[in-house]
């Protein structure tokens, strides 16, 4: 593992930065697709000098008449300048022994002093403006800091160093940041992916990673991307999503949510199932939160992003075969290896590859209670999405006999949907009930109903119980938990919003 100072030099040796939008201007660096193309009050002030100036000529008129000739381009020169003559000014040495806030001090000292020095032409908030940015690209991953500063972005991708787009509140939207060119998002890849003791180049173009903060990142890169390298960041709250949150966004009522935890507390084997970005792992996550102290829960994922609450849990993550092809651990290795842990419950962030047909077996002897997630549109779609990967692992039982270790394995599947306004919701629980004939047949418990779309584009429906009661219940009652014996009444629809 490279020292600090090794690492401060070897992430700011090659190419240069510049971030065409810098930001911190108190305004967000982001702006919708439809409003950034038009000039817009939220632009950061500094995007562009001449800008400035002429919306705001009688307080400036003096500063920009020196500034007039710095348009954007000079203002990154400038700043590039900067760049490099801080980085021959900081004494790697004394950096090794500094902690992370009198580095970040003293970097601002150096930042400002050059500035005098160079007499830069620059007012007060550009000043400050190019200390952050430099901070951010010599501590931090540059340009994207400030979208990783900002709470209400749970997504990052970028497409090339002149795309930068966000999700924010379930919307996708574009930003004004850019980066200087390819080699510098370049660089800021390698610095993540590093990080974690992996790599990224022409050879192995592509890699998991996650930021220190547990947010989980992928990066590819060309020549497999055609369009520059490309980067998606999945932020994770740092105060991880709770069943109060989700029942608060609408995203299930209170008698679902108690519905699902009295599931895991009675040890119903679950999958999660839904589309990208659906929500799946924070749901997997929540519903892990039931799990009892006193129960032994091994996680296996292929990136870490759980982030469980109990004391007795051991993590595993996958490893990516090297260049050579060689030395990867794969997840059904570690799905197999978990089995001779001893656990009480085996979660597996997704299954999507051989592991399925272990993690049924695992359900069906012993591990009760188990939890996962699967990449499917409905539960239906889940059940041949199972049958499919068990297909493609080699194993070849007769389909019949398959499905009746699926249903022997699986009690509920809860089917999560990013709907077209943006917002997620559970939008079925959905319980396997048991074969006719060659056939699994399974019960909705609890659905989502689509009644139409605001003017406003929200999606408006109710969430209701089916009236069937799940023949799981008796498990629960065993289990001594108790539910609201009304809460299958087909008459208490509940409405979206928050309850
Ligand atoms: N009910 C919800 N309401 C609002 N935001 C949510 C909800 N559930 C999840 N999110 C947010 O949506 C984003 C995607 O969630 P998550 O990572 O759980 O999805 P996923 O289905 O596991 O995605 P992937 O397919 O990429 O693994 C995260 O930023 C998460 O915080
Ligand atoms: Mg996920």
């Avoid at 829960?297 to 993550?317: F, K, Y």
């Avoid at 590859?353 to 695992?362: N, P």
Wanted: hydrophobic content about 40%; aromatic content about 2%; glycine content about 8%.
């Amino acid at each position: 593992m490279a020292t600090l100072k090794e690492q401060i030099a070897q992430w700011n040796s090659a190419t240069l930065w510049r971030a065409d939008a810098p930001t911190g201007t108190g305004a967000s660096p982001v702006a919708p697709v439809a409003a950034s193309a038009a000039p817009s009050v939220a632009a950061p002030a500094i995007s562009a000098v001449t800008s400035v100036a002429q919306h705001d000529l009688a307080a400036s008129k003096a500063a920009s008449v020196a500034r007039e000739s710095i348009d954007r381009d000079g203002y990154f020169e400038m700043k590039t300048m900067l760049h490099q003559k801080l980085l021959q000014r900081i004494d790697l040495t004394a950096v090794e022994t500094m902690s992370g806030d009198r580095l970040q001090s003293r970097l601002r000292e150096l930042a400002h002093q050059l500035i005098e020095e160079e007499q830069l032409p620059v007012n007060q908030q550009e000043h400050d403006q190019i200390i952050d940015d430099l901070q951010h690209e010599i501590l931090g991953l540059g340009p994207l800091e400030p979208l990783l500063a900002d709470p209400t972005i749970s997504e990052i991708m970028v497409n090339g160093s002149k795309n930068v787009f966000v999700e924010r509140r379930g919307q996708i939207v574009r930003t004004d940041v850019r980066f200087n060119d390819d080699a510098h998002l370049m660089k800021i890849i390698d610095k993540i992916v590093s990080r974690v003791g992996r790599r990224i180049d022409e050879a192995s173009p592509m890699a998991d990673a996650r930021l220190p903060d547990g947010s989980r990142v992928n990066a590819i890169i060309p020549p497999l991307a055609l369009d520059g390298p490309t980067l998606c960041i999945r932020r994770f709250a740092v105060v991880p999503l709770q069943m109060a949150d989700l029942m608060a966004k609408g995203a299930l009522t209170r008698d679902m949510a108690n519905l699902l935890a009295g599931m895991v507390k009675a040890k119903a084997n679950i999958i999660v199932s839904g589309g990208t970005g659906s929500g799946k792992t924070t749901l997997l996550n929540i519903l892990s939160s039931y799990i009892p102290e006193n129960e032994r829960i091994v996680t296996i994922e292929d990136t870490a992003e759980l982030q469980l609450q109990q004391d007795h849990v051991v993590r595993l993550e996958t490893r990516p075969p090297n260049i050579e092809e060689k030395g990867g651990i794969s997840m059904r290795a570690l799905v197999k290896n978990s089995l001779r842990m001893r656990p009480d419950r085996i979660v597996v962030g997704e299954v999507r590859g051989g592991e399925v047909i272990d993690m049924l077996q695992a359900m069906n002897t012993g591990h009760k209670g188990s939890l996962t997630t699967i990449h499917a549109n409905t539960p239906q779609d889940a059940l041949g999405r199972i049958e499919n990967l068990v297909s493609l692992s080699g194993m070849n039982l007769p389909i019949k006999a398959l499905r009746q270790q699926v249903v022997a394995a699986i009690n509920i599947i809860v089917q999560v949907n990013r709907l077209s306004d943006g917002t997620r919701k559970i939008i079925k629980i959905n319980e396997i009930t048991g074969m006719e004939g060659d056939i699994i047949t399974t019960q909705d418990i609890f659905i989502f109903e689509v009644e139409g779309t605001s003017a406003d584009g929200k999606v408006i429906g109710k969430f209701k119980p089916t009236g069937v009661r799940p023949a799981f219940a008796d498990q629960l009652q065993k289990a001594g938990i108790v539910l609201d014996q009304n809460m299958f009444d087909p008459d208490r629809a509940s409405a979206s919003g928050p309850n």
